[in-house]
């Protein structure tokens, strides 16, 4: 058996498309309101930022017989995001923890409980792989949920695209009038 898990595409999307929408008019007011950072240097930070957004995006978890794994694409820095291996004996629990924003997150619990490994739940199939890590690991997962439901990455991208209208407005409006 071996299984990979990526990131959900709805979520990937839309995470890009916000970054995109959030910050490709920078450049083109810098332009016109002659701010002191040049849109050359503007336009290079975007693309290293979407480079490391896309990047941490990547993540694959993947989980064959002996272990489970969070990687990231080979040229993805491991000090932006490191991956990790746990071999399934090494994992005594599931530990719950909530978030600054009360949400609900996920950690594995090895033997020597010197480090705790965040359960990725942002993957495409995470129902799936709950079913796995409870066939290999004996931990009860009927109680997991992922982090933020579908529907919130939806209405994430309907108003990223309504705030993209309103950039494209201001572009535009900062090269035809400005």
């Known amino acids: 058996m071996k299984e990979t898990f990526n990131i959900s595409p709805l979520i990937r999307i839309a995470l890009i498309f916000l970054y995109l929408t959030l910050t490709i008019p920078l450049p083109f007011l810098s332009a016109t309101t002659d701010a002191p950072i040049s ?15 896309y990047g ?3 993540e694959q978890v993947i989980l064959n017989e002996e272990t489970i794994q969070v990687k990231y ?14 071999k399934w004996e090494e994992i005594q629990e ?8 009360g949400g609900l997150v996920y ?3 090895t033997e020597s409980r010197d480090r705790a490994y965040l359960l990725p739940m942002r993957v495409a ?3 799936r792989l709950t079913r796995l890590v409870e066939e290999k ?6 109680d ?20 993209f209208l309103v950039d494209a407005w201001t572009i535009w409006t900062a090269t035809h009038l400005g």
């Open 39 to 53: 849109p050359q240097i503007l336009w290079a930070g975007i693309i290293f930022g979407l480079s490391v957004l």
């Open 56 to 58: 941490a995006l990547s």
């Open 125 to 127: 199939g995470f129902a």
């Open 137 to 142: 690991t004996g931990i009860d997962t009927r």
């Open 73 to 86: 694409p080979i040229w993805f820095p491991p000090f932006f995001r490191k991956g990790w291996l746990l």
């Open 107 to 109: 950690y594995f619990v």
């Open 94 to 101: 599931l530990k719950l923890r909530t978030t600054g924003q």
């Open 144 to 163: 997991v949920r992922p982090l933020s439901q579908p529907w919130m990455y939806l209405i994430l991208l309907v108003v990223t695209l309504l705030l």
